[in-house]
Each structure stands twice: as structure tokens, then as C-alpha cells.
């Protein structure tokens, strides 16, 4: 008996690790596959799943993957010069609502299908057929027909000129091109998802698997520089310390983007000096938003006051490293019609201590924080509590404004769960950011005047300004304008009553980072903030 | 033996019972509304009369202990629910993640095994010698180390450093063992102190005496007699270990890459993915739930007075 449980026992565990080891031989992962000879492999990471690689959708997909596969009518260039892409050229008609596009001939699906005028109108109709969801491009709201012209011709008409419309196009999504094999059978890409994922692009999703990996391979029918890598491998790395262990390792050729590794991380592998890193241009602009229909912050007075109490070069010193720049404006001064003169509000104590005075909220002798009608001056401060960085400037923040009597209550919440909270206006500050070209000034301003599902927590935050309705009339005038001299001068109107209101407290200007191993080449910023240059790539 | 295990399943009936219901209520105690958290995953925006036609759709207008009995019944054949977010089956994701999840914790009870159990024997055996030292300190170590920092270094010295084995992602075998070795050495010191502790209760058993006095060697004592007797307090630690294990390992996961049950879990946590925060509470319970049968059962072979009562 005893010897035959003995028996049995080995029996078990010899199973058990035939269990282990067969389920690890399954064939996946393309390290296991031998790469052929000369083949050009480049790996990088990213914190989440592509999701299902439909361009007229939202999360989970991912604005880079999207990029790769799936192309525009025209492409956002350097400084934002709109370039031809599936469009060779364009007529806009003299009162600006209709735009005729000039396709580009011989562009193939990577399933081999033509692209053409049809194909186009067919992914414009089943974008409008879910207009609501898209609602926060205003160029969805102002398209009132598409229409086949001749194979090679696509004809846009507007209910009004609107400027921004090229600008547009050249989003990463939603009007980006699937093939007519993608299309579901209801023909709705929205809710139904895809067939599969057949793009123009530079790119063609060989091998997936959810949250591990994803491999691209270079489409061999493409029309334009066909990429110099022969494949692209995206591993799923949630974690940045991680990341970095792998790219050393080599295990990763680069590693790109905004927030994907920590600031001391970035640091220490630029010090190394053993890596190549870059910092882009800035882009986005890190900001704290005032709630101005809360008590305390609805005062103009103590609104002015947070903004001259911020010490902004203390926390880029410290948080950033002295990687970013001090922001005083709500959009970084490189963009169109974002240069405005304004005299920044700079860090001076003695005057918001004055300004809190002057509001009401005083000093009282024997206790921590200011008060006013027996009430302290406490402010809520909500924050992404994955975000390491809101994390850090939200603490030091806490500890600064306290010198001066604030109490700020901080409040960090789950991603959804903070964004939900957000737009339903419930805290004093928020932390939040600009959205980065293209979307930059135009779409993100556009945005502060709807209460759309995939705009911004702005809309809300902003209510209880006596300004907000002539604010909201200027926006909407603006992106209808067809007078670029009135269009500079609206942008300065608004952008500079939105400084003097002091509703937002920009810090600074987030930039993408690039660190990668002295053997590759070609990582350069593209225009397009959430793009990845992988075309250019090359390994050497 | 069979009656034993009978007896011992229907006892499960109620203990299952009583974990969905728990479940159930639990998920409706989370503030915030499903149809809400659905429709803002579709990206659709939670108008009133959305929010009205979903909860109509979803059933969450019926009354609290129908919509039990429906969630019960569909549980029953294994139907989970569709995920908000990825809009597929909640039993197929689960299934996708928890494979490398097996995978991950058998590998690590495997260390946990063949590390912790000569460990622990032979530090009873040369009880205060140095062997017994060191594996005090390994002990110490195990329990105290963050697995984080231990994943960490791990991944330093034997990836980066050494070349040894890839940092992270799941492929070859050699993919596998970092993250189980760091899964594993939470649990091993816990348990090396349990055979440890254990045997020396025995080895001053009368029977023990006994059999020295026949002239059984020593060998023979501790491998036949003394081991087996010590193992039942080592198989609880060990089926509530896999139980944890099985339950998913976030940290680990979240470190190497790992896309097991603790991800899909915090990740569905993070976007109020309703059906599946609850498919898998209701899993890591049943796992549980299972991992004390298993141990029980374990008990009972191993130990024939606990079958007999069993059996009585």
C-alpha cells in the first residue's frame, strides 16, 4: 500500500510538471520563431492591449496601433501643415461646405482590395451612422452629405465653412479606412466591431495575443516609404520599473512615449550613458482646473491667489527633474494661435496671502487654516491615483498650500472611476491636461463648450463663470470663421480671458521621451503626439 | 473513502450557495450603476432614457432576489455575463487568463515543494547546526522580503546581469521560471518552518522511540514514519497557498508581464467591468473553496483515523 502511494505520488507530480512544461512548449510569442536570415525585428512596449484594432472605435484601442494600420485622407506634418495622403489634392468650394477629393490611384487594402471613392463613403456613412459617439469632432456634427463622385473622386459637403476640417481628417480616429472585407454584416463598425483588420496602412497585424503581444509585419502592397524594420513586436508591460529591466536587457530595442517609465528612470538611463534618450517638443500642457461652481474657488480672488501660490519651478526642479517646461498658458505657445501676451501669474506668496485676505478667508490666531464665516478654507483636490506624477505634485501641493492656511483634501481615484467623478463636477481642483496636437487649441476649446461623452470634465468646471456663455458663443464663432485675421483675434480673446479668469493653473508642458540602444535609428518625434515613428525605425 | 468525499461535496452545496449570494450583493453595494459604467465603456452617453433602456435590457429594473435567481441560473451553465469592456464571454476571458496562471502556480508550487521540504526536514534533523541556521535566515528572508523587490532583483542579477533567463513576457520554459521563483519564495519559508516544526514534534513521539529500539535505522524512521506524520500541517499551508496562488498573483503578474487572473482581475476593478469583477470573485472563492477540499481529501489519504471518522 504504502509503496503503491509513493507511486502514486511521483506519478502526480511527474504530471504535474508535464503539465507545466507542455503548457510553455505551446508554440507562441514570435522569439520562439526563429527570425529568417536578414530579417529586421524591432520590439517595443506598451502599457496596455491594442484592443480589437478598429479605427472608428475607442478604448481599449490604442492611437498608435490605429496609426499603423489604418491611414487618413490627409496627413498631419511637421508644424501642422496638412499634407496629401489617400488624398492627392483637394477643391474647397469659395464658401468653404464642400471639400472634393482627388483619391489617390493604385492604393490597395492589404487584402488586396481597391481603395476608391466607394470604400470611402462607405466608412464615412457608417461613421455618421454613429454620429452621437463621435460628437466631440465637430467635424462629425458639421457633415451634412458624402458623395461618390467618380472612383477617384469623394465629395464632403458642410452645413458650414469650418476651418479646422482638413485638420480633422487627419485624426487618428474615427475617420481613418478599414476594406470592405472588415465590414460586420450589419455593415455597423460601432457596434458590431470588425471582420477583420484591413488598413492601407504601413502595417499588418500578423500575430495577437490579448494582453500579451501583438506583431505587426511591413505590408509589402504598400503605396508610400514602405518601413525599414520587416517587423514590429508590441509586448503589453504594465509595469515602467519593468520596462526598463527589459530594455536593458535588450529584450526591448526602444522605448517611447509620455508617463511609460518614471522620471528617475529616465534620468538613470540617460546618465548611463550607455543609451541613446530624446525629449520631444513640448505638447501637452499638465493644468489644474478650478471648479467655479464650488464656494471658495468661484471667487476670482482666490482662484488668482492658487495661481500666484503654486511654486511651479519647485515642482519641475524636483517632480520633473528640470525636464519640462514652466507653463503659463493653458497651450504651449508653439501651436497656432496659442501665442497670446499675457504677464504670467509668477510664484509670489506675499500676494496670495493678500488675495486670500482680500476674498475673505482669514488668518485666525491658534488654528492651521484660513477661515471665513467660521468656515475653513478647505479645497478638494481630485487625482488619477495611477498617475505617479499627479500622485507627487498632488502631495507636494498639500504641503505647500498648507504653509499659506489651504487645506487641500486630497482625493485620488481609479482612471473611470476618475473620470466619472470629474464630469460630474464633484471636487474643488482637478488634475487634468490638454489633449496635444492635432487636437490642440481648437478640438480641446471646442470641447469646453459641450457636455459630450468623450469631450472633457471642462464644460461642468466652467459653469459657474459669469463669462462662460460669450466665452462658449467665441468658440463655436471661431471654428466657423473662415477670416484668419478674425480667427487670431478670437483665439487671443479667448485664450486670454481664460488667463485673466484664472481658471486653469498650467504647470508644464509634457514632452514624449525616447530611449533606445545605439544600434537603432530613425526615433524621431512625429507631429502627431501619440504616433510612434515606426517607419522610420531602422535597426543597424 | 467515497463516502467521505460524498459527504464532503454536499457540504460544499451551501458554502457555494452562500459565496454566490455574497457575490451578488456585494458587486450591488459598489457605488455607481452598471448601466452607467456599461454605457460609458460603449462610449454611448448615459442620457436617462440610455441608462432607462439598458437597465431594461440588463434586467436590473426587476426585483433584487429575481435578478439572483436569473444570475444563478445562468451561472449554473457556466454563463458569466459578457465583459463591458471587450464585449466577449466573461468565461472566455477567464479562461484565456487563467492557463498562464496554471501554469504559473504549479510551477511555483513545484519550487515551493522541492525547495522548502528537504529544507525543512533536514533543519529538523540537524536541528541548531548551521544547516538550521541558514534555513532560519532563508526563512526570515522569504517572509519579510517584498516580492516586488525580490521579483526585481531576480530579474537584475539572473536577467540583466547574468543572461540567464528573459526578463519577462510568457513563452519558452525559460520565460517561466523568474516569475515562479518569485511567486514561490513568499510561500516557501512559511512552509519550511512548518515541516520543520513539525518534525521535531514527532521525532519525540513514543513511536519514534519504538522504533529506534527495534534497531530501525534512522533513515528509515524519519522517511517512513516521522516525514509522513509531519506532513499534514506542511498540506494545509500548501492547498491554501494554491488556493492564493490560483486566486492570481498581481504583483508577479504585473512585474514579468504575466497575463494571469490577478491582471484581468485588478483591470477589471479599474474599468467597473461589472460581470467580470464578479465572474472572478465568484472563481477565486470556488478555487478556494475547492483548494480546502483538495486538502481535506489529502488529509484523509494521508492520514487514515481522519478517514474513518469520516466514514463513521
Not at chain 1, 535588450?250 to 534620468?267: P, T
Not at chain 1, 492651521?368 to 491615483?385: A, C, I, M, T, V
Amino acid at each position: 500500500m504504502l509503496f503503491k502511494r509513493s507511486k502514486l505520488l511521483s506519478l502526480l507530480f511527474v504530471l504535474l510538471l508535464m503539465f507545466v512544461t507542455g503548457c510553455s512548449n505551446t508554440p507562441k510569442g514570435s522569439e520562439n520563431t526563429s527570425p529568417k536570415d536578414n530579417e529586421k525585428v524591432v520590439t517595443f512596449s506598451m502599457t496596455g492591449d491594442i484592443g480589437d484594432l478598429n479605427p472608428h472605435t475607442y478604448f481599449p484601442n490604442e492611437f498608435f496601433s490605429q496609426a499603423m494600420v489604418y491611414e487618413s485622407l490627409v496627413n498631419y506634418g511637421e508644424g501642422g501643415e496638412i499634407q496629401p495622403w489617400l488624398a492627392e489634392s483637394w477643391d474647397v468650394s469659395k464658401d468653404g461646405k464642400e471639400y472634393v477629393f482627388h483619391l489617390r490611384e493604385g492604393v490597395k487594402f492589404s487584402d488586396g482590395s481597391q481603395f476608391n471613392a466607394a470604400i470611402v463613403k462607405k466608412n464615412f456613412d457608417t461613421i455618421l451612422d454613429n454620429r452621437k459617439q463621435h460628437d466631440w469632432v465637430e467635424l462629425i456634427n458639421q457633415i451634412k452629405g458624402t458623395e461618390v463622385v467618380d472612383d477617384y473622386t469623394f465629395k464632403l459637403t458642410l452645413h458650414n465653412s469650418y476651418y479646422p476640417t482638413l485638420q480633422e481628417l487627419a485624426y487618428i480616429r474615427p475617420l481613418r479606412f478599414v476594406g470592405e472585407a472588415a465590414f460586420p454584416a450589419s455593415q455597423d463598425t460601432f457596434k458590431d466591431g470588425l471582420k477583420s483588420q484591413i488598413g492601407t496602412g504601413p502595417w499588418v497585424l500578423s500575430e495577437y495575443k490579448k494582453n500579451e503581444f501583438a506583431v505587426f509585419e511591413r505590408n509589402e502592397q504598400y503605396w508610400g516609404t514602405k518601413p525599414q524594420v520587416d517587423k514590429v513586436i508590441v509586448k503589453v508591460i504594465t509595469d515602467g520599473e519593468s520596462r526598463v529591466l527589459a530594455f536593458e536587457k535588450k529584450e526591448l530595442d526602444f522605448i517611447f512615449g509620455n508617463g511609460v517609465i518614471s522620471q528617475d528612470s529616465f534620468q538613470f538611463l540617460k546618465d548611463s550613458g550607455k543609451y541613446e534618450t530624446k525629449l520631444s517638443e513640448p505638447t501637452a500642457t499638465r493644468t489644474l482646473l478650478f471648479n467655479t461652481n464650488k464656494e471658495a474657488t468661484k471667487d476670482h480672488k482666490v482662484r488668482l491667489a492658487l495661481n500666484y501660490a503654486f511654486n511651479k519651478k519647485a515642482v519641475i526642479d524636483n517632480i520633473f527633474y528640470g525636464m519640462e517646461q514652466k507653463a503659463d498658458t493653458l497651450f504651449p505657445p508653439v501651436l497656432d494661435y496659442t501665442k497670446i501676451n499675457i504677464d504670467p501669474y509668477e510664484y509670489d506668496t506675499e500676494k496670495a496671502e493678500q488675495l486670500l485676505d482680500e476674498a475673505g478667508w482669514k488668518k485666525v490666531e491658534g488654528k492651521p487654516f484660513r477661515e471665513k464665516d467660521g468656515k475653513e478654507l478647505q479645497l478638494e483636490f481630485l487625482f488619477n491615483s495611477t498617475d505617479n506624477i499627479q500622485k507627487s505634485i498632488a502631495e507636494f501641493v498639500q504641503g505647500d498650500f498648507r504653509k499659506l492656511g489651504i487645506d487641500i483634501k486630497l482625493t485620488s481615484q481609479e482612471t473611470t472611476t476618475f473620470w466619472t467623478t470629474a464630469f460630474q463636477g464633484k471636487y474643488d481642483l482637478l488634475f487634468t491636461s490638454t489633449w496635444a496636437v492635432p487636437f490642440d487649441p481648437h478640438s480641446y476649446l471646442a470641447s469646453i463648450t459641450t457636455d459630450s461623452e468623450n469631450g472633457g470634465p471642462d464644460y461642468t468646471a466652467l459653469l459657474g463663470l459669469p463669462e462662460k456663455k460669450e466665452i462658449d458663443k467665441k468658440i463655436k464663432k471661431v471654428l466657423l470663421t473662415t477670416d484668419e485675421k478674425e480667427r487670431k483675434k478670437l483665439y487671443t480673446d479667448i485664450l486670454t480671458t481664460l488667463h485673466d479668469q484664472a481658471v486653469y493653473l498650467p504647470i508644464s508642458f509634457q514632452s514624449n521621451i525616447a530611449v533606445y540602444h545605439k544600434n537603432i535609428s530613425g526615433v524621431d518625434f512625429l507631429p502627431q503626439e501619440a504616433e510612434v515613428p515606426l517607419t522610420t525605425i531602422d535597426v543597424n | 473513502m467515497g463516502w467521505f468525499i460524498i459527504k464532503r461535496l454536499t457540504s460544499l452545496i451551501p458554502i457555494l450557495l452562500g459565496i454566490s449570494l455574497i457575490t451578488f450583493i456585494l458587486l450591488h453595494l459598489i457605488p455607481g450603476d452598471p448601466a452607467v459604467a456599461y454605457l460609458r465603456m460603449s462610449h454611448i452617453p448615459p442620457t436617462d432614457e440610455a441608462v432607462a433602456a439598458l437597465r431594461l435590457e440588463l434586467g436590473l429594473n426587476k426585483p433584487l432576489y429575481i435578478q439572483y435567481f436569473e444570475w444563478l441560473g445562468n451561472v449554473m451553465q457556466l454563463d458569466l455575463g459578457m465583459s463591458y469592456v471587450s464585449k466577449n464571454a466573461v468565461w472566455d476571458e477567464m479562461l484565456l487568463h487563467l492557463v498562464p496562471t496554471i501554469q504559473l502556480t504549479f510551477a511555483a508550487l513545484i519550487f515551493i515543494v522541492v525547495i522548502s521540504l528537504p529544507m525543512g526536514m533536514i533543519s529538523a534533523i540537524y536541528k541548531g547546526k548551521w544547516v538550521d541556521q541558514f534555513s532560519r535566515v532563508v526563512a526570515f528572508v522569504s517572509v519579510s522580503m517584498p516580492t516586488f523587490w525580490f521579483g526585481f532583483l531576480l530579474i537584475y542579477f539572473l536577467s540583466v546581469k547574468l543572461d540567464l533567463f528573459p526578463v519577462l513576457g510568457r513563452g519558452t520554459l525559460a520565460h517561466l521560471v523568474l516569475p515562479s521563483l518569485t511567486l514561490a519564495f513568499g510561500y516557501i519559508g512559511t512552509n519550511m518552518r512548518l515541516l520543520r516544526a513539525s518534525m521535531l514534534e514527532n521525532l519525540n513521539e513514543p513511536f519514534v522511540v519504538y522504533a529506534r529500539a527495534r534497531g530501525v535505522s534512522e533513515r528509515r524512521i524519519v522517511s517512513r514514519h516521522v516525514l509522513k506524520k509531519s506532513l499534514l500541517p506542511v498540506v494545509t499551508g500548501l492547498g491554501m497557498s494554491l488556493g492564493n496562488m490560483l486566486g492570481g498573483a498581481v504583483i508577479v503578474e504585473t512585474i514579468f508581464a504575466w497575463p494571469g487572473m490577478g491582471q484581468l482581475f485588478v483591470s477589471s476593478i479599474i474599468n467597473q467591468d461589472y460581470p467580470m469583477i464578479q465572474g472572478c470573485v465568484l472563481f477565486m472563492s470556488v478555487i478556494f473553496v475547492v483548494c480546502n477540499l483538495f486538502v481535506d481529501l489529502t488529509y484523509s489519504f494521508l492520514d487514515p483515523r481522519i478517514r474513518l471518522e469520516g466514514g463513521k
